[in-house]
């Protein structure tokens, strides 16, 4: 399924954000999912479900003034 | 000494606040915030690069430190928001500092849209400190509209060149009930100094640190830098002294 | 927040102590100060400061040339009513007092209002006695409406009043507020002002600042010197000159110097602030406040007033008649609410006032409606 992951168009076989970020090899607790527009706690993360045209972007924090 | 700095119901003794842009390693993160005694630091917020490794800038922080999430990125206050929400969200409490930036030639804030997130924020229980173009009318604006204290900048972001909007930043400190933090321009620590000289509560101080050959070591100058100047501005120099020239005396005629 | 939590700060403080324990370089290290604070302005209230005089009127001088240039505004009184319900045991329109009792008709104002037109002067300061059930706020918002049809410039000396009917007077034309707390201090002002609902003093204390929050331009302050220590008088007025300065930075805020002289009651003043405590006082607080205001009324003699020219006054009254309606025609039996010592007609105030080398200001703004 066709998703936009950090605005760019991603295929994915993931079925839910949790999946997702285990796919892309990320550090689940370094990182931060907005899912459609809001921000996804973690612990839902399991139980959001990912479906065809979704917006997520996955954002951590890094060194800034 | 009892000085302490309140910001948003949290208490600093050490008044220089450092960044964690620009380090070439972060391992000099904690070394720096251990030599200046800096008890809050900022941090932003980026989309993931999936192609690089992802190192964790929070690791690089002691849990005792207040963490500053920017909105750096920004061009308006909508976006500015929208960060400060997903930081809150991500666990990094409740301080947020506001930096919009639409200008990309010097890097100045845009106060307007500064003041409406600022607002916003404010009314959702965020302890806002925005970053800003020094105009006291605008201070005041600021006050009113729930800010916890004014980061008015020295001069251009990384310029280094220290205290050029001196007179207006003077008077924002004289006449504005919050902290007021100078931030931005600082480039040596005498110019850390003569902000605490003048009654800045804070200073924020990020490049100037962080590009040193000697971070750690810098971060220590600026720290003893701006204790220097809050004590002399607590013991309250003397002033130079003003002779004024009347030619002919004015109260003669009470003899 | 109110000035009377910036009162409370001082229930306790040893002003005879600290007043007696300042040097001389104490005083000096003030006079120079940039940017001196409440310390200072006791420094330069205190005894010691007497003998600095000289040094003060220089710096006055000054800070007042650097702030308002060579400019001196002009103002006139008009007392439209003396009916009063107040007490005050020094005053000459105080309710019991047998005086005759005057209120203008709006015919009556006009006519004065013409009279002081011919003056030049653009600045009308309106006073009733405090009556509000006699001449009340129904009596003063259709003369305010008459005048602000001759003066772009009223301010108001009448009764404390709420935000709410100072906003109202606004739109009706005024834009300036005088008010005197007469005494700071809480147990001489319940003596002197024994009944009437100025013996509230929290209502009057915080009557300036409702007058900056209604929007006024301008806010006249003082105390009248005679019924309290001169010295803690003049230093509570100076810290509620510097809040309402500080709180309103829309607001001009100014400072009057009113000495008690011979009035109606007889009343011997318990207190006597001396012509060199006079200029002690005006110096220090154009050094304390150097974007003040200092207002000197006719209240003081000629020549002293000419005197002051140079010590860091910025505003006068001239021409002054005290008695309700006196410009048009004066009566024999009426009776002024204090006694005038400067006699002089605005014409000769207006050439004095060039001969020294200053510009009088007969109109300073209008506001656009």
Same mark, same amino acid.
């Given at each position: 399924?066709?998703?936009?992951?950090?605005?760019?168009?991603?295929?994915?076989?993931?079925?839910?954000?949790?999946?997702?970020?285990?796919?892309?090899?990320?550090?689940?607790?370094?990182?931060?999912?907005?899912?459609?527009?809001?921000?996804?706690?973690?612990?839902?993360?399991?139980?959001?479900?990912?479906?065809?045209?979704?917006?997520?972007?996955?954002?951590?924090?890094?060194?800034?003034? | 000494?009892?000085?302490?700095?309140?910001?948003?119901?949290?208490?600093?003794?050490?008044?220089?606040?450092?960044?964690?842009?620009?380090?070439?390693?972060?391992?000099?993160?904690?070394?720096?915030?251990?030599?200046?005694?800096?008890?809050?630091?900022?941090?932003?917020?980026?989309?993931?690069?999936?192609?690089?490794?992802?190192?964790?800038?929070?690791?690089?922080?002691?849990?005792?430190?207040?963490?500053?999430?920017?909105?750096?990125?920004?061009?308006?206050?909508?976006?500015?928001?929208?960060?400060?929400?997903?930081?809150?969200?991500?666990?990094?409490?409740?301080?947020?500092?506001?930096?919009?930036?639409?200008?990309?030639?010097?890097?100045?804030?845009?106060?307007?849209?500064?003041?409406?997130?600022?607002?916003?924020?404010?009314?959702?229980?965020?302890?806002?400190?925005?970053?800003?173009?020094?105009?006291?009318?605008?201070?005041?604006?600021?006050?009113?509209?729930?800010?916890?204290?004014?980061?008015?900048?020295?001069?251009?972001?990384?310029?280094?060149?220290?205290?050029?909007?001196?007179?207006?930043?003077?008077?924002?400190?004289?006449?504005?009930?919050?902290?007021?933090?100078?931030?931005?321009?600082?480039?040596?620590?005498?110019?850390?100094?003569?902000?605490?000289?003048?009654?800045?509560?804070?200073?924020?101080?990020?490049?100037?640190?962080?590009?040193?050959?000697?971070?750690?070591?810098?971060?220590?100058?600026?720290?003893?830098?701006?204790?220097?100047?809050?004590?002399?501005?607590?013991?309250?120099?003397?002033?130079?002294?003003?002779?004024?020239?009347?030619?002919?005396?004015?109260?003669?005629?009470?003899? | 927040?109110?000035?009377?939590?910036?009162?409370?700060?001082?229930?306790?403080?040893?002003?005879?102590?600290?007043?007696?324990?300042?040097?001389?370089?104490?005083?000096?290290?003030?006079? =120079?100060?940039?940017?001196?604070?409440?310390?200072?302005?006791?420094?330069?209230?205190?005894?010691?400061?007497?003998?600095?005089?000289?040094?003060?009127?220089?710096?006055?001088?000054?800070?007042?040339?650097?702030?308002?240039? =060579?400019?001196?505004?002009?103002?006139?009184?008009?007392?439209?009513?003396?009916?009063?319900?107040?007490?005050?045991?020094?005053?000459?329109?105080?309710?019991?007092?047998?005086?005759?009792?005057?209120?203008?008709?709006?015919?009556?104002?006009?006519?004065?209002?013409?009279?002081?037109?011919?003056?030049?002067?653009?600045?009308?300061?309106?006073?009733?006695?405090?009556?509000?059930?006699?001449?009340?706020?129904?009596?003063?918002?259709?003369?305010?409406?008459?005048?602000?049809?001759?003066?772009?410039?009223?301010?108001?000396?009448?009764?404390?009043?709420?935000?709410?009917?100072?906003?109202?007077?606004?739109?009706?034309?005024?834009?300036?507020?005088?008010?005197?707390?007469?005494?700071?201090?809480?147990?001489?002002?319940?003596?002197?002002?024994?009944?009437?609902?100025?013996?509230?003093?929290?209502?009057?204390?915080?009557?300036?600042?409702?007058?900056?929050?209604?929007?006024?331009?301008?806010?006249?302050?003082?105390?009248?010197?005679?019924?309290?220590?001169?010295?803690?008088?003049?230093?509570?007025?100076?810290?509620?000159?510097?809040?309402?300065?500080?709180?309103?930075?829309?607001?001009?805020?100014?400072?009057?110097?009113?000495?008690?002289?011979?009035?109606?009651?007889?009343?011997?003043?318990?207190?006597?602030?001396?012509?060199?405590?006079?200029?002690?006082?005006?110096?220090?607080?154009?050094?304390?406040?150097?974007?003040?205001?200092?207002?000197?009324?006719?209240?003081?003699?000629?020549?002293?007033?000419?005197?002051?020219?140079?010590? =860091?006054?910025?505003?006068?009254?001239?021409?002054?008649?005290?008695?309700?309606?006196?410009?048009?025609?004066?009566?024999?039996?009426?009776?002024?609410?204090?006694?005038?010592?400067?006699?002089?007609?605005?014409?000769?105030?207006?050439?004095?006032?060039?001969?020294?080398?200053?510009?009088?200001?007969?109109?300073?703004?209008?506001?656009?409606?």
């Amino acid at each position: 399924m066709e998703i936009i992951l950090n605005g760019i168009s991603y295929r994915t076989n993931s079925e839910s954000i949790f999946g997702l970020i285990t796919e892309k090899g990320l550090n689940p607790s370094t990182v931060v999912v907005e899912f459609n527009g809001s921000v996804l706690k973690k612990e839902f993360w399991k139980d959001q479900t990912i479906a065809e045209n979704d917006r997520i972007e996955v954002l951590n924090f890094v060194g800034g003034g | 000494m009892n000085d302490i700095l309140k910001i948003g119901g949290r208490e600093f003794t050490n008044r220089l606040f450092t960044g964690t842009g620009k380090f070439r390693s972060r391992s000099l993160i904690p070394e720096m915030l251990k030599a200046s005694g800096s008890e809050m630091i900022t941090v932003a917020l980026r989309r993931v690069d999936f192609d690089a490794g992802n190192e964790n800038i929070l690791e690089f922080i002691p849990k005792h430190i207040t963490l500053l999430p920017n909105t750096s990125g920004a061009r308006n206050c909508d976006e500015a928001v929208r960060i400060a929400r997903i930081a809150r969200e991500a666990g990094m409490g409740d301080f947020i500092k506001i930096e919009i930036i639409t200008e990309t030639k010097y890097l100045m804030p845009d106060n307007d849209e500064t003041l409406k997130a600022t607002k916003i924020l404010a009314a959702e229980g965020f302890i806002v400190l925005p970053y800003v173009m020094p105009d006291l009318t605008y201070s005041y604006k600021l006050v009113d509209a729930g800010a916890a204290a004014v980061m008015p900048l020295g001069s251009a972001i990384g310029s280094n060149r220290g205290l050029k909007m001196k007179e207006i930043i003077e008077m924002i400190i004289e006449n504005i009930d919050l902290p007021v933090v100078v931030d931005a321009g600082i480039g040596r620590p005498s110019q850390a100094a003569e902000a605490m000289e003048l009654g800045a509560d804070a200073v924020l101080v990020n490049t100037a640190i962080s590009i040193a050959d000697d971070p750690v070591g810098m971060g220590r100058a600026f720290s003893m830098a701006v204790q220097a100047g809050r004590l002399a501005y607590l013991a309250r120099m003397g002033e130079e002294s003003k002779t004024a020239n009347a030619s002919s005396p004015l109260t003669g005629f009470l003899r | 927040m109110s000035f009377l939590h910036e009162l409370e700060k001082y229930e306790n403080f040893d002003f005879e102590g600290y007043f007696n324990s300042v040097t001389a370089d104490d005083v000096k290290k003030s006079i =120079g100060k940039e940017k001196p604070g409440a310390n200072d302005m006791l420094n330069l209230l205190s005894p010691a400061a007497e003998e600095f005089l000289e040094e003060m009127a220089k710096r006055s001088h000054l800070l007042t040339m650097q702030y308002f240039g =060579g400019t001196i505004s002009l103002y006139i009184p008009l007392y439209i009513s003396n009916y009063c319900s107040n007490g005050c045991v020094y005053c000459g329109f105080s309710a019991g007092n047998k005086i005759p009792r005057k209120m203008l008709s709006m015919e009556e104002i006009e006519t004065e209002a013409l009279s002081i037109k011919k003056t030049g002067i653009k600045h009308l300061l309106v006073l009733t006695g405090e009556a509000e059930e006699k001449a009340g706020f129904d009596y003063i918002k259709p003369a305010i409406e008459l005048l602000s049809k001759h003066f772009p410039s009223i301010s108001v000396e009448m009764f404390p009043m709420s935000t709410e009917q100072y906003a109202e007077l606004k739109k009706c034309g005024v834009d300036g507020l005088t008010v005197y707390q007469e005494v700071n201090d809480r147990t001489i002002y319940a003596q002197v002002h024994p009944f009437g609902r100025k013996s509230d003093y929290n209502w009057r204390l915080e009557c300036p600042e409702r007058g900056a929050k209604a929007g006024f331009r301008l806010i006249n302050i003082g105390a009248l010197y005679g019924l309290g220590d001169v010295r803690k008088e003049a230093f509570f007025n100076a810290m509620h000159a510097k809040y309402l300065d500080d709180k309103y930075p829309d607001t001009e805020i100014a400072v009057s110097f009113p000495r008690i002289n011979h009035s109606e009651g007889n009343f011997k003043p318990q207190h006597r602030l001396s012509d060199r405590s006079f200029v002690q006082f005006l110096t220090a607080f154009r050094i304390f406040l150097p974007r003040v205001g200092l207002n000197v009324s006719t209240r003081e003699k000629a020549d002293f007033r000419d005197n002051l020219l140079p010590l =860091g006054i910025t505003r006068m009254s001239a021409g002054s008649i005290t008695s309700v309606g006196g410009y048009a025609e004066s009566e024999e039996d009426d009776v002024p609410q204090f006694d005038i010592s400067d006699n002089r007609s605005v014409t000769e105030t207006i050439s004095m006032i060039k001969q020294k080398g200053y510009q009088p200001v007969l109109k300073d703004w209008e506001m656009i409606k």
